[in-house]
């Protein structure tokens, strides 16, 4: 008999099985997955770790792959709505039914080992991948690289995307810290592909202590504008007259770039023409990701979370300014540089709106307060319980031309989207 019947019994137990949330390291979720035969995919794959970016590096990836025709699968993290976004297959997420069965193996195969919450989740990935037979499998690193749960699996190409300073308590307290543990994920005699334009030297020193094939935006492979498109070069090929990415953003130019030179390498096993890339990028879509809804108040949802990336989303944000007011819905996690976030983007926000995010280290709207940089106003800052709350009283506040920006954490936005924006 399956211990559980239903998917949120699966995974509130799975929250209370291994005594530490996160327990970075490969030995107890390697053993099981050495037992259910999963150490050696039968599919390439393509690990993609870095601080900002890797969800859209992967959904970039997605799309053109599949634009050529593969069928891919994908793995990623946190979800935003639904645990079943994680795995997806050909675009679609896997089904209660398939969770819950690869679940009950998962546990079957264990044998008393405790796997956290994350582990789990790899696991039943890789299981799902495998049954479901991709041609490239895209694996997305939950934290850090060297320790995460994902590297246990050695990819055919892997990708690191922008590097910023966040979760220092796990993974170090600067950038040349944290890149080499993102550089974990790097192989001897397999290409490591990085779309972070000045990446710290621990990447490239890693790359080359390993034997790994280094490959680096700016250096090995380059892009630029050409007013309404694009063009990218490097190992040995050039593509004119590319389309912007569907996604939002001057940034998302660097994830691409990444992406096509990791395709690049992949061209003789897999080849892409020029037309699948220009699908893909125009197909693109990716939830939370400036993610906009019109109307007379526009919405913009956005799951930055650290100061880096609410970096690139006031560049977004300046650059359109709108006729009236920008209201910002901000509710952040107690590990996060709340300072940084709100410093980064309080030149391009009217009004501020502090939620209170009632999860495991959710923060309060009072202690959020006071962990933000001074905004130079008084009245711009107002403090509600949760996010739902935060987000009825812009849209009362807000009038035609005013826009409503809500960003700090997953959780966040997923509250405000569960308010029917």
């Known amino acids: ?14 929250e209370t099985l291994h005594p530490v949330r996160i327990d970075l390291g490969l030995e107890r979720i390697r053993r099981v997955a050495a037992r259910m035969g999963l150490l050696s995919p039968g599919h390439a794959i393509i690990t993609v770790a870095g601080t900002n970016g890797k969800g859209s590096s992967v959904a970039l ?20 709505l639904r645990y079943n976004e994680r795995i997806r297959i050909n675009g679609a997420a896997v089904t209660d039914e398939m969770l819950c069965a690869t679940f009950q193996e998962i546990d079957r195969q264990r044998n008393g080992i405790t796997l956290s ?37 050695d990819p055919d190409i892997a990708l690191v995307t922008a590097i910023g300073i966040d979760h220092v308590e796990w993974l170090g307290k600067d950038r040349d810290a944290i890149g080499r543990e993102k550089a974990g994920i790097f192989r001897r005699g397999r290409p490591a592909v990085c779309s972070d334009p000045a990446p710290p030297p ?33 190992a040995g090929q050039r593509y004119e007259s590319l389309p912007f990415p569907a996604l939002a953003g001057a940034h998302q130019l660097e994830n691409a770039a990444g992406i096509l030179m990791v395709l690049a390498l992949l061209q003789e096993r897999f080849p892409v023409t020029q037309s699948a890339i220009a699908r893909g990028l125009e197909r693109v879509t990716l939830a939370g990701r400036c993610q906009r809804i019109p109307g007379d108040m526009e919405v913009i949802l956005d799951v930055a979370h650290n100061p880096d990336g609410a970096v690139r989303l006031a560049e ?15 509710g952040m996690l107690d590990d996060k540089d709340a300072g940084g976030f709100t410093t980064a983007l309080d030149p391009v926000v009217d009004r501020w709106y502090l939620a209170g995010l009632e999860v495991e280290r959710g923060l309060p709207a009072g202690e959020l307060r006071q962990r933000i940089a001074e905004p130079g106003t008084p009245g711009r800052v107002h403090c509600y319980p949760d996010a739902g709350t935060a987000f009825r009283q812009a849209r009362l506040a807000a009038t035609a031309g005013d826009r409503i920006v809500v960003c700090g954490s997953f959780y966040t936005v997923a509250a405000v989207i569960g308010c029917d924006v």
């Open 1 to 14: 008999m399956p211990r559980f019947k239903t998917l949120d019994e699966w995974l509130h137990w799975q």
């Open 61 to 80: 990836l997605e799309s053109i792959l599949q634009a050529a025709g593969y069928r891919v699968g994908a793995y990623t993290s946190p979800h935003l």
């Open 117 to 153: 919450y994350f582990e789990f989740a790899t696991l039943a990935a890789l299981k799902i991948l495998t049954v479901n037979a991709p041609d490239i499998g895209l694996l997305e690193v939950g934290l850090g690289g060297r320790l995460d749960a994902v590297n246990i699996i």
């Open 202 to 234: 621990t990447l490239a020193e890693t790359a080359e202590t390993l034997g790994a094939q280094w490959y680096c935006l700016q250096r090995h492979f380059q892009f630029g504008v050409d007013g309404t498109s694009w063009h990218w070069s490097g």
């Open 316 to 330: 977004v944000l300046s650059k359109e300014t709108p006729a009236g007011q920008t209201h910002l819905i901000l």
